[in-house]
């Protein structure tokens, strides 16, 4: 076992020190296995073996019903590669939440958040954070204030919600996204002293706040204003968007900005040059795309479907807005989609995307982005690539019918979609290269509003696959990739 490993479950162990200790845990014998089983696992000079003498104090104990102990041995099981061993962690864990242990429910709820040992459930990862919360436990509190900041899955992305749990807990990291709240005027009016204070509370991701950090705050803050689009009010500008072009329009050299989007999608964090060669192939009708940003070039092939391009494996590096040297400077986004859109003005020819990306090490959805080019030839009224104007214009007119996480998935897929009115709807996902389709819905009515599906894909094979929705007749499609 490494340092990581014993560093969590001793944090673990301070947590359910506090909670509440269950009859059956008040055993002699099973009081004295967990205190033996915690010092093995807990030793500087650990070894394998310790953790081999750890599961076998603590199977007797989970079994008669310890709910210490069947966190402690789920936790265990949980840090294997084996997935067999997930989902006995897992049972381990939903046992010992049922038993009122805050703890346990965190870490159920935290295990249906990501799919691991079980199926990815977004209502129930909710239902065990509430629950969690509910018996004080901080990390929960936390969690539901982070589920609602980025809208995660299906949940629908509210920043006052959001601030509402941040607000209720002590964890460190609650007070870090408080700031970030404050700082940005994200679901509350901009107040930086007040951002400040939050941050200075964060004890791990700011604790090595310094001066410099602080006294760049209003900097930054200034700097964010300026690129923020949303008080432009330019929303009528008479833009032509071109609702038939073929994928060879797409080819050519384009170069514009690159915008990172709050999680609201309607404010812009930040602002950076790209370019973008685009070729396409129609032989096998693919293209071959280039992005260069900050002077390096990422190139990868992709195919499309229905004005969407879906990338093979495409990773880009970005940077990200710090306020601590203990926050990364970068991160690298899986580039997986980008739905295009041309559109016109005053006879210039203008290509935005809605772009979908991953963050692999956190397994999450990127921070939304939105792309705004131009061909590299022409040029805005001030001088630049694209005038602020026209980009807040055309980020006003962007849309995806089909929502889909996580993308790209593994196992489990949830697909969404909302009806602006009662319709009869058809849903099925088929393998792009086999056209072997498996139909979610065979067609029913269906009211307005929110719709989701679960796709079980443990045993489809690795690939892209086609999710069609079909509405009235109607159909949208939207690729996404098995990993």
Known sequence: MNNKLSYILMIVFLMFQNSKIQAQDTGANCKVKLQKAIELLTKNNYTKQDSIKAIKLLKPCAKKGSSNAQLLLGRLYLQSKKVKYHRKGFKLMKKSAKQNQATSMYELATLYKYGKGCRLNYNKALKWYRKSAKLGNEKAIYSMGYMYYKGLGTINQNYTKALQWFQKSNDPMAYYWLGICYHYGYGVPQDLNKSLSYFKKDTIINHSFNNQNISNLSTVSNQNSNDTLQNSNTNNLPFVVNENFTPKELSGKWKGRLFLLDWSTTNTEQSIPISL???????????????????????????????????????????????????????????????????????????????????????????????????????????????????????????????????????????????????????????????????????????????????????????????????????????????
């Open 277 to 483: 060669d685009i070729k396409y192939n129609p032989s096998d009708e693919t293209f071959t795309n280039s992005w260069t940003i900050n002077n390096l070039t990422y190139t990868d092939n992709a195919i499309y479907n229905q004005k969407t391009m879906y990338n093979n494996e495409l990773y880009i590096t970005l940077p990200t807005h710090s306020f601590s040297d203990k926050i990364e400077k970068e991160l690298d986004y899986q580039i997986l989609s980008c739905a295009f859109e041309l559109k016109t003005l005053n006879n210039n020819t203008y290509l935005t995307a809605l772009v979908e990306s991953s963050i692999d090490n956190w397994q999450e959805p990127g921070s939304p982005i939105r792309l705004v080019l131009a061909r590299e030839n022409v040029l805005s009224d001030n001088n630049e690539v694209i005038s602020e104007e026209i980009v807040q214009a055309l980020s006003n007119q962007e849309n995806s019918f089909i929502k889909l996480y996580p993308n790209p998935f593994v196992t489990d897929l949830i697909i969404a979609y909302t009806l602006e009115k009662e319709s009869y709807v058809q849903v099925k996902i088929t393998n792009f290269t086999t056209s072997t389709s498996t139909v979610l819905e065979q067609g029913k009515i269906q009211k307005k509003g929110n719709h989701r599906y679960f796709f079980d894909g443990i045993s489809v094979e690795k690939g892209m696959y086609i999710i069609s929705i079909v509405v009235d007749g109607v159909q949208k499609t939207k690729l996404i990739l098995k990993k």
